[in-house]
Every structure is written in C-alpha cells, then in structure tokens.
C-alpha cells in the first residue's frame, strides 16, 4: 500500500521509491529502469506535462518484464487507456530460439472512433478512404485490373480492388454500398484493348477510357 500511494512529481515518486529502503534485486532493477525511461523521455523534449508515473497500472498480460505504460485523452478520461503496452524481453521465445527483446503498444481504434465522430472529424456517411474501386468482370481480369489499381494509386489516386469471385451485381452492389465515386470495370475487351469502363457511381455516366484518361478524368 505504501508503494501505490506514492504521489507527487515524477523526481518526488523515483526519490520516494529509492527512500523505500527496499533491496529486492528486482525492485532496484525497476526504479532505475523507470527513471532512465524518464530522463530519456525528457533528452528527447517530450514536455514534462505529457507523461506522468503510475505506479498504479497493472497490465492484463503476463509477457512484460520492464516498463509498462497506457495513454489517455485529457478531455476523455472516462475512456481509459487509448493506447498501451510495454517492454518484452522473452515474447518471442515462444517462437523462435533467437533472443529479440522488444516494445510494443496496441491502440483502441474503437474508442479514438468513437471520440472523433462525437468530435465531427469523421462521418458516419463516409464508408471508405477509396475514390475508385478497380472491378474485373471475371478471374482472368484479375492480373489487369491489380496493375490498373497500381497506375491509379501511382497517380495519387485512392485505390481498392473487388477480389471476390461473384458476379457483376453484387460487385456493383458493393461499390454502391461503400460510397466509392468510380468503379472501373475490366473485362475481356478492356484487357485485350488496354481500357477500363469507367463508371461514375453518383452520376452514373460510363465511359470507355484508356488508364491515363480514366486517371485524367478521375482528377478532374
């Protein structure tokens, strides 16, 4: 109890647990690891005001064997840790007889979601980062439109491919339910005439193109 109510700046709390008198190998290992973590963060101009010491956090998981560590949002401390994790030193023990010590975190996207819909920064109505999702008509078109959606990407232009083996209506279902703003359709013809069909999927005109106008024609 007298080691979790330790309070005050971060110094006061090293310089507190250093005055606990306490000889256990481990323990002494700790704190000192804690506090070069500290002037570290400090060397590398992280404002003292971003990071604080916890004695109080526990991780879930049983792999840790140096500092542990969870992020907050200030104006959303109901949330809890948004992003957390810490140092393993024998993680990857389990699967390889190599020694690799490491860090790592995970974040909750859900929660960092959640606060910036409430926020207004993402939208329900925004379904995907895409603007063009490349279409083959069947598995034979696949090779085409995977180096269709590399030259559209390669132009700066958001890219995704449909690659499952299901017919042209579900496949423009799909591109209407994701709020794509063009579906490029490669079929048999637009592989062996180097074309894409392109379609607007909000004003619905449709037309054959070569890559570079279907890229003009998606920029403009």
């Known amino acids: 109890m007298s080691f979790i109510s330790i309070s005050g700046s ?3 709390i090293i310089n507190s647990l250093y005055g606990l008198g306490c000889t256990s190998e481990t323990f002494v290992s700790g704190v000192n690891e804690l ?3 500290i002037d ?3 060397a590398f101009g992280v404002p003292e005001n971003y990071f604080d010491i916890d004695l109080t956090i526990a991780r879930g998981l049983d792999y840790y064997t140096g500092t542990v560590y969870e992020t907050k949002l200030d104006d959303y401390p109901s949330l809890g840790s948004v992003c957390s994790g810490g140092r393993y030193d024998n993680l990857t023990g389990y699967y390889t007889d190599q020694k690799l010590p490491g860090i790592g975190i995970s974040i909750g996207l859900t ?6 819909k409430d926020a207004g920064l ?7 980062t895409a603007d063009v999702l490349v279409i083959p008509m069947d598995k034979s078109a696949l090779p085409a439109a995977t180096m269709t959606a590399k030259k559209f990407r390669d132009a700066g232009i958001a890219t995704d491919v ?3 083996d299901k017919g042209m209506k579900p496949k423009m279902k799909y591109a209407n339910r994701i709020g794509v703003k063009y579906a490029a359709i490669i079929g048999e013809s637009e592989v062996a005439n180097g074309t894409v069909t392109l379609k607007d999927m909000v004003g ?3 037309i054959s193109a070569t890559v570079d106008e279907a890229i003009n024609k998606i920029k403009a």
């Open 204 to 206: 619905g005109e449709q």
């Open 122 to 128: 993402i939208s329900n109505d925004v379904k995907t």
């Open 162 to 164: 449909y690659y499952l």
């Open 10 to 12: 971060n110094d006061e």
């Open 40 to 42: 570290h963060l400090r």
């Open 35 to 37: 506090k070069e973590v």
């Open 111 to 116: 929660r960092l979601f959640s606060q910036l």
